[in-house]
Antibody, heavy 120, light 111 residues
């Protein structure tokens, strides 16, 4: 059974940083591209970033470029998202998600999410 | 404003059929990119409901179906049940924005 478990969220001041982690199990992690998707309180889903199975290719939503960095450690079956220069509007539940196909397609498995709250 | 437009809400009585539309443009759905649909029950993570326009993952009842035409896609739910009450999101890739896009979401209420 595929399991994705996010961690690392919490309360952070504006301008601060966090590192979010997503521990994967139940599938060959190194064979699948992964993504981060966030959801602000009471709002819809917003794609954040994706990384290829090898880690050699990354992509970001425009509003996150330059502030967020996605990475992965295939030896540890773990996905990361470094979030920097945080703003109040970055407050959201951050989900990690696995591609259905190797490096494309829908997101067929999601974690339970980790809440990031940006506030002074 | 989302690149993919969904109605904010739909409703129906148990047993009825409802449809949820997802309207895009020539840079996403109209370019041939597949549409995927997710169901999000209250306080839970999204769940893949329909992929590649009209395919159901194993375990999804055949009451749920998807279609795509031109720059739009639709999700249909027949035999509405109370447990279907949730938020539904469409997703597609946008070549202009070079990333994945979600619709704004549609809240389904079962009357």
């Amino acid at each position: 059974e595929v399991q994705l478990v996010e961690s690392g969220g919490g309360l952070v001041q504006p301008g601060g940083s966090l590192r979010l982690s997503c521990a994967a199990s139940g599938f060959t992690f190194s064979s699948y591209g992964m993504s981060w998707v966030r959801q602000a309180p009471g709002k819809g889903l917003e794609w954040v970033s994706l990384i290829s199975s090898s880690g050699g290719s990354t992509s970001y939503a425009d509003s996150m470029k330059g502030r967020f960095i996605i990475s992965r450690d295939n030896s540890k079956n773990t996905l990361y998202l470094h979030v920097n220069s945080l703003r109040a509007e970055d407050t959201a539940v951050y989900y990690c998600a696995k591609y259905y196909y190797d490096n494309s397609g829908p997101f067929d498995s999601w974690g339970q999410g980790t809440l990031v709250t940006v506030s002074s | 404003q989302s690149v993919l437009t969904q109605p904010p809400s739909v409703s129906g009585a148990p047993g009825q059929r409802v449809t949820i539309s997802c309207t895009g443009s020539s840079s996403n759905i109209g370019s041939g990119y597949d549409v995927h649909w997710y169901q999000q029950l209250p306080e839970t993570a999204p769940k893949l409901l329909i992929f590649d326009n009209s395919n159901r993952p194993s375990g999804v009842p055949d009451r749920f179906s998807g279609s795509k035409s031109g720059t739009s896609a639709s999700l249909a739910i027949t035999g509405l049940q109370a447990e279907d009450e949730a938020d539904y999101y469409c997703q597609s890739y946008d070549s202009s924005l070079r990333g994945w896009m979600f619709g704004g979401g549609t809240k389904l209420t079962v009357l």
